[in-house]
């Protein structure tokens, strides 16, 4: 059983290649409960916490992109600058867990472990994030679409570190917003997250914790697109706001168990992108172009 | 002459004197029960039953036994003495035999070099059982539908009261069903002891957190078969119990683990064991039918209690007689017909949480007195100002409450307390439900108010004798206390120095360890200690006082009578001679042992009718919510309180048992269950049984009614379950305000907000 | 089992580890086998904060810390913040406020406070809710735990004004 510190990506992938079937260990705070409870048989692991380059971020003005590293804890981007470029993320991350947890937990760790309550997910979802990859081999990017798979299966092979996601910098709203029973530290019942993207005309709709991976409500997108001008400007009425609510609530099959029933998440859903929306339509009008 | 001021300020009675085990713990140095150590220990673990309900048909240990680092692995066969254990009835197994009946009950136990080695051992034991339908439902338990799961059969107890005229029926009428979910007391000192066994096995040592050292003795010696004073507890420090803890869980398996290896014998629960080792809060069906005239003078009241006790009977007897026994609440009422059931079922078994019954009684006498407001029109206050206890009222048991009964004040008092700012325009989302969420504004929000009142026994009832024990000695001006009362986090440490500085004039008093070298204390439960315990000390140290005046009497040919304690002095009140307590304890030693009873009590007759109580507090409660209606989410904003305390001897730690009590009934209210399925539990994790954040705190604005107790030995009545009684259906009854639901249930959940 | 061996930093001093077996979180390790009993575990989920601890200073669950990859990290205990074996401000204030009943919520709290006022001296009400939101007690209802706070936070705001 060894236990390698990697202190640098190339250490990192070198030692996934040295020992199959190692776990990656980034902030620990999946992968510890499930050894914790004994769910989970640890054998080789490969630690990232001192991989420096995978806590960076960095803003492409050219590109109007911002990629930032799996390992970028949760609570810098709650925080100024990163919350500024990703308000919607800084949202999302505020809601993960506790101040300790949001010390440790990445994005890396909510792609690799893949849950469909995974806070950050519908951000990335509705941004259309790119998942970047790597390994001795090379490096592959996927959309995250193409990387969620199912409940916590996704699509990095087992010699592959995720190394970054790229996110687009949006000039529009967006929004991010999670029901849970209690006022803190609360896995989400139902989670959604509503972009608004002027220039491209387009408003996204993401959901979480509703089916088996986050849900893009494309319908629904496609439907709002239909009724109303989403370039530059938005105009939503409350009946508007009240039917996309409902529209992307179609599209997501959730669950009963011992948190919440379907019919409540099915619900709440639509309450959440509804609001979401007219929040949307209220943005603009605080923050004129 | 000894006076409040100058008690306070010797951090005596009346002051906010502090913990002396406070800097240990906030430099985590005290000792809890699972920080025990002891050189060549082994690990201990136990199996559990995965199955609600089934045979046994065999148990194979071998291959747990093989594995390297495995010392022992016990099961019912080895069990020398007595095979099952009780606080009532000796209904339960220290390991399951032919038949286990509940998810989780103990099938076996090893001991072994490293957790995990006891975890793998756990993991090779081989239990072949033959799985049968569980009993869950607890109709059926009633009805006789389903056979009987335990030689003592489905029902643990049934009670009625029946008093007054039976065929009464009231101008006005208003029933209702109500159901308390299962409640989990979620300590945060997880289960752990040390057991250390004597050199040639004839006893053994236990270090353990627990609430009552000397029933776990007594349960323990027995199915040990050791003689009771061979089994020595020592208080290993607690992290919280409320009830939790009376039921013995690792002791048995821990002493036995260490007389069959004949080495010391960590166990310890994780989170998880946690819930499974230890029992529950009666999830409960109540059907009230209250009766009044038009002005709302409540005249009758009828109920049907079901308390689902689960597999084994516990406390269930006793927490089922207070609930009977509190039906009408903290009112008058002549008629009542109250039919209880306490059930056995294959669900996890219950006994004693923080109210004891009463919890479940008052968010069903609560609910129907809004229910009686509104059809009188009159309002939440005014219906129960209008039916307030007094002293010298009777409960439906035909018992007067002679105790201090100021009900009307809690209500005006709690009345005139200061309501919470309105929201403001843009509130920060921390404020409002759904919180960083981001899940409403404030145009999504409406707030709403509501009350309870109640009741609530102190002591132990139906004749028991519950007394408590204290030994102080007194030697050149320091005290020196011991006691077995079983400090949980209340405080009581702290209280018993009071005592002694009070009493005796000195400053320095110590704890000798809290063991079972000493009488018993009773349990730290039911708001007795300060009572029962608290008397004890005080006994015992008016003893030594009474000794040391008579010394100084006589060296100053004197009568004792004129003596009093001024200060750190003895002085003579009518005269000038003045000596410090010091100077007149120096050489000597004082040493008394008092043990303190309460006044007996009596057996309820089969109507139900009976003194069985010993005395009463009581305390209201004003709720301000505010509820995102359209997602069901609440933020409960301010609690508001007047409890009736007899007397506050240390304010601090009092505050602290109100906002404590508070937030765990604000828990019941809106986010804490147990969720079962045929049997089993579903959510024994607190990422899924939710305990209030400091987030879901209200702001506690709270005022201590003090009229002193004339029974209690120092005035002070017990206060730690008042505050987690009416808060739950005053937050209920807010959120029935604000969105105009029924909500006959408890934890309201945001799907019964949306859909009920 | 294996014979994990590594070095852990911790409130100053440098421990050795040996034939550990490597899923052994950090609480596990700080408790059992360098003989730090101060941090305390209640869920073994980072769902109550009782194990925290700092961490190349930030407040982290130490039972989601695996231990073997905590190496070259700078790790602060309860037992590691006072000077001398005094209490410190933070401890004195929860002591004096009523903050503590059983206590074993406790450590955790004071790590997190410590925290909280190192990196923000002036915390407003909500700030000091929100940073502790991961600290669950059962005991005080949290109302004597903020009064600690705040008389903390006012004793070094009024220290500094001098």
Redo the contacts between chains.
Sequence with gaps: ???I?ATSLEQALQALRDLPGARI?Q???D???E????RTK?DD?V?L??VNELKRWHVDEDARTIRIGAGV?Y?EMERSPLREHVPALA?AA??V?????R??GSLGGNLGTCSPAGDGLPVLSALDATVHLQSLGGSRDLSVHEFMLGVKKNARRPDEVIVAVTLPLLEGFQ???????????????A?ACVVHDPRGGSVRVALGAVAPTVVRARNAESWLAAQTNLRDTLTVSANLAREFGQRAAAECSPID?????A??RR??VA??VE?LLL?ANDHQKETPR | MATATSTKQRDGLGASALRPDGIPKVQGRFAFSSDAWADNMLWGATLRSPHPHARIRSIDVSAALAINGVSAVITADDVPGKLTYGLIASDQPVFARDVVRYAGEPVAAVAADHPETARRALAAIKVDYEILAPLVDAESAIDGSFPSIHPDGNVIRRQKIVRGDQSFVGDVVVEGTYEIGMQDQAFLGLEAALALPDDDGSGVELFVATQWLHEDQKQIAACLDLPVDRVRLTLGGVGGAFGGREDISLQVHCCLLALVTKRPIKMQYGREESFYGHIHRHPAKIFMRHHADRDGTLRRVEARVVLDGGAYASTSSAVLINAVTHMQGPYKCEIATVDGYAVRSNNPPCGAMRGFGVVQACFAHESQMDKLADACGLSPVDVRLKNAMQTGDKLITGQVVESVAPVARCIRETAALPMPDPLPENPDPLMIPGGSGLTAQRGNIRRGVGWGVSIKNLMYSEGFDDYATARCRLADGVATLQFATAEVGQGFVVLAQQIARTVLGVDTVLLEPISTAIGSAGSTSASRQTWMSGGAVDGACRRVREELFQRVADANGLDPLRLAIDGTDVVDTMGSLRVPVAQASRGVVFDHTFEHHHRATEELDENGQGNCHVAFAFVAHRAVVDVDPDLGLVKVVQVATAQDVGRVLNPLAAIGQLEGGIAQGLGLAVMEEIVLRDGKMRNPSFTDYLLPTALDAPTVVATMIEEPEPQAPLGAKGIGEPPCISVTPAIAAAIRAATGKELPRVPVRPQDIVFG | MSNEFYRLTVNGIEHEVQDAWAGESLLYVLRERLGLPGTKGACEQGECGSCTVLMDGEAVCSCLVMAATAVEAEITTVEGLSVDGEPTDVQQSFVEAGGVQCGFCTPGLIVAVHHLLDRNPNPGELEIKEAISGNICRCTGYGRIFAAVEQARDQRRAAEAH
């Design positions: 059983m060894t236990v510190n260990v902030g620990g705070t992968l510890m409960v050894v914790n409870f004994n640890v692991v630690a916490r001192r804890p609570a949202q505020r809601t867990g506790s101040p300790q947890i010390a440790a929004g991010y917003a999670k029901v849970g029973t209690r006022n803190a530290m609360v896995i989400s019942a989670s168990d011992h948190r919440s029933t019919s409540y619900h709440a309450v959440l609001r929040r």
